[in-house]
């Protein structure tokens, strides 16, 4: 599974539209309005890279509002999560 963090900047007056179109794409897991230089955060996890070519430039840029994006690739995840479910092996 790759992991790719997409930040997005958007039209101001379509911040809420742009967001839920993009939700709605297949590959993508998340999308977070937030503070700061760009508008939306979205989590795309897609299982190769190909999938990724058809997720971003693919769809998610192409979305009426959406003026530029940047992604970052994650090498590996880290989470409270994983980390919790690990220390419980075998702990039964």
């Known amino acids: ?13 379509r911040v809420p539209e742009v967001a ?11 999308v977070y309005s937030v503070t700061g230089p760009h508008d939306l955060i979205a989590m795309v996890r897609v299982r190769d890279h190909d999938q990724l070519a058809e997720v971003i430039p693919g769809r998610l840029s192409k979305i009426p509002g959406v003026e530029s ?7 590996r ?3 409270q999560h994983d980390l ?3 220390f419980a092996i075998g702990l039964e």
């Open 77 to 79: 995840t880290y989470s």
């Open 69 to 75: 994006t940047e992604t970052h690739i994650a090498f």
């Open 84 to 86: 919790e479910a690990a």
């Open 20 to 30: 839920e179109r993009i939700a709605a794409l297949d590959g993508v897991s998340e």
């Open 1 to 13: 599974m790759i992991t790719s963090i997409v930040l997005i900047k958007t039209s101001v007056d």
